[in-house]
C-alpha cells in the first residue's frame, strides 16, 4: 500500500517562495510518474485538479505553463521525498496541493496541503 504525506504549504506575501514536501512509503513497484496537482478554492471534485508538475520513469519532467520558470519539481535519491519549490508565487497559486503517484496497481493522492497566496 502506498502512502503520500505532503507538508510545507502555508500562507505566503506575492513574490514570495515556499517548497512542498512529500513524503513515499510502501511498494515503489511499476512507479510510471510523480507529480503535484493543484485543486483551486472552490473546486469540489478530484477531477477538477491540475497537473503542474511531473516526474516521469524516466527522469523526464513537465510542468504546467503557468509556473514555467517559477516552480521546480525534484526528489532525492531514494525517490520516496518528492519537493515543488515554488518562487515568484501569485495570488493564482493559491490552492490545496496533492502529491500524486501513478504505478501499474494505481493512482495515489496524498491528503493535500494548502497554499495561500496573498496579494
Known amino acids: 500500500q502506498v502512502q503520500l504525506v505532503e507538508s510545507g504549504g502555508g500562507l505566503v506575501q506575492t513574490g514570495g517562495s515556499l517548497r512542498l514536501s512529500c513524503e513515499i512509503s510502501?511498494?515503489?513497484?511499476?512507479?510510471?510518474?510523480v507529480g503535484w496537482y493543484r485543486q483551486d478554492p472552490g473546486a469540489q471534485r478530484e477531477m477538477q485538479r491540475e497537473?503542474?508538475?511531473?516526474?516521469?520513469?524516466?527522469?523526464?519532467?513537465n510542468y504546467a505553463d503557468s509556473v514555467k520558470g517559477r516552480f521546480t519539481i525534484s526528489r532525492d535519491s531514494t525517490k520516496r521525498q518528492l519537493f515543488l519549490h515554488m518562487n515568484s508565487l501569485k495570488p493564482e497559486d493559491t490552492g490545496v496541493y496533492y502529491c500524486?503517484?501513478?504505478?501499474?496497481?494505481?493512482?495515489?493522492w496524498g491528503q493535500g496541503t494548502q497554499v495561500t497566496v496573498s496579494s
Open positions: 500524486s503517484l501513478v504505478s501499474y496497481v494505481g493512482n495515489y
Open positions: 497537473i503542474i508538475a511531473s516526474i516521469h520513469s524516466d527522469g523526464s519532467t
Open positions: 510502501g511498494s515503489m513497484n511499476g512507479v510510471h510518474v
